[in-house]
Nanobody, 115 residues
Framework: QLHFVESGGGLVQPGGSLRLSCAAS????????MGWYRQTPGKQRDLVAR???????YYADSVKGRFTISRDNDKNTVYLQMNSLKPEDTAVYYC?????????WGQGTQVTVSS
């Protein structure tokens, strides 16, 4: 069983950057493909990036070239570096296994992109 605590969100202007962190506990993440998801009110939770332990990563078209997912299996932590942020990136961001979220969701971290 994995439990997740996301952090690093906040209010940022368009074009700005944020780095999100997801600390996992209860088990190791090394056996799993890990991903970042995001959700806005009234919409489904979408997968935006996922990372395999080998270093291979995949991105949704909407964030490709702007977001970078990374993971530190020793620290049991997954990161999402977000650059060139746009207002449409505003959402609550969550981490979980990917592409199928197996474990319970954490509380997420709110990212708001606004001038």
């Amino acid at each position: 069983q994995l439990h997740f605590v996301e952090s690093g969100g906040g209010l940022v202007q368009p074009g700005g950057s944020l780095r999100l962190s997801c600390a996992a506990s209860g088990s190791g993440i090394s056996d799993y493909v890990m991903g970042w998801y995001r959700q806005t009110p009234g919409k489904q939770r979408d997968l935006v990036a996922r990372a395999i332990s080998s270093g291979i990563s995949y991105y949704a078209d909407s964030v490709k070239g702007r977001f970078t997912i990374s993971r530190d299996n020793d620290k049991n932590t997954v990161y999402l570096q977000m650059n060139s942020l746009k207002p449409e990136d505003t959402a609550v961001y969550y981490c979980n296994t990917a592409p199928v979220p197996v474990f319970s969701w954490g509380q997420g971290t709110q990212v708001t992109v606004s001038s």
